[in-house]
Every structure is written in C-alpha cells, then in structure tokens.
C-alpha cells in the first residue's frame, strides 16, 4: 500500500499527544482561515472550506476553534497573509517527496524544508521534479480489524469509489475528488469507521523501504510535518508491516 495511506496511520497514532495535538489544530485553523478568505465564508458555495472543517473536526479540533478561523478569514480579525506553496524533494531510496506548505514568508519557509532535507539525508528538487508522480484523489482509510472485505467494499463501490486497495491491516478507499465526499458519507451511513478521511496527493508508483531507509524515511516525514509552515506531506515510499512492527 502506499506511503499516503501508511503515514496517514502513522499520524493518527502520534497525534494523540497534547503538543502534537496542539501544532496540528494551528495548522488546522490557518487551513480554514485561508479558505474560508479565498472562497468566503459560505460552505454552501466553498468546497474548499467544508473539506478544511469536516477534516478540523475529523481531529476533534472544538467548534469555537474553527468558527473563529472561519470569522478571522471573512474579515473578523487581523492576521497576516498566507500563501500556498509546493516543494519537491527526494528521499532515501530515491523515494519522492511532495510537501505542500502555507506561509506568510516564502524565503523563511524555502530555507526551513531545504534544511530539513539536508540535515535528513534527502534532497530539495526542482519544481516539477516529483509532481508527475502523484495525482489527487480522496483517500479513506480503514483498519482492516473493524470491517468484513465484502461490507467495504459493497459501501464504497456502490457509492461511486473508484477502488479498494488493502494490505496486512488497512483498507484505503480511493475516489475521485469530485466522488470524495459521498463516498465517505456512504461509508459514515454503513456505520464503518475509518482513521483518516481526506483528499490527498497519492503516488502512482511506489519504493518499497527496507529497515534503515524506513527508518530515515521517518525521520524525514517527522521533521517536515513538525514545521509550523508544512500543511502535508506526501510520498511515494511502501513499508512492510513486518518493518512497521520491528521498531525500526
């Protein structure tokens, strides 16, 4: 299964810490902020918006939280103003790194990534180096333990996803962003819980990492996401979960 759907579940087990939790609701509502800026305060007419909350709330970020960063992008607050920016970059193994960053200073933000990747024994790319290899998709994904194969896949076929991958303990569900959410609402009204639900740039092809590269892999994927600037990280990389499991 690919790197997306392995980090997603990665992430979710980490971000149960109080200062995990903490950086990710500031990068929650600076998403929010910035969408709800661009495309008004309105879900009704901002798809951008509505992804940025139902994902705000997927991290059990409070309702005061996420109306103040919508009220602070309609004008209700000072703040300074964020633009988005892509990076490319290489991992061990050659594995391709996507991360997609919101700032209010582009050279800051530059230096921060390009270091992180040197000082994690990657490399910053030039921009269109890596992209080619990913394209956005929604990405649900459930952990094999909670749900029968045949029940998912029912639930998510019929409601339009385009397929069902699985490995040695998750499904990832993988629609057309378009197709995202009503897949996921189908998946919601079967009762089926899932670990992550969001739209993601996933990875066409995939490196399969043994011990060492993952390890290094992991530290590069940590200290990216841990920059306040860094909305997500995306790559190509593969793990085994016999890996996974021997604690690096």
Known sequence: ??????????????????????????????????????????????????????????NSMPKDNIERAIAKGAGAG????????????????????????MTDNRNRTASDVRNIFSKTGGKLGETGSVAWLFERKGSIVVDANTVGEDELMTAAIEA?????????????????PSDF??????????????????????PKSTVELGQSDAKKMM??????EDNDDVQEVHANFDISE?????GW
Do not use: C
Request: hydrophobic share 40%; glycine share 8%; no cysteine.
């Open 181 to 202: 959410m009503r897949v996921r609402q189908a998946i919601e009204a079967a009762g089926i819980k899932y670990t992550s639900a969001e739209l993601a740039m996933l």
């Open 78 to 101: 000072e703040g300074a103003a964020y633009e988005t920016i892509a990076y490319e970059g290489y991992g061990p193994a050659g594995v391709a790194v996507l991360v997609e960053a």
């Open 242 to 246: 016999e890996v996974l499991e021997s």
């Open 160 to 176: 339009g996803a385009e397929d069902v991958n699985q490995d040695e303990s998750t499904y990832e569900i993988v629609t057309d």
């Open 1 to 58: 299964m690919s790197g997306h759907s392995k980090w997603s579940s990665i992430k979710h087990k980490k971000a149960a810490t109080d200062a995990r939790r903490g950086k990710l609701f500031s990068k929650l509502s600076r998403a929010i902020t910035v969408a709800a800026k661009e495309g008004g305060p309105d879900p009704a007419g901002n798809a951008t918006l509505v992804t940025a909350v139902q994902k705000a709330k997927d």
């Open 219 to 224: 530290r590069l994927m940590d200290a990216l």
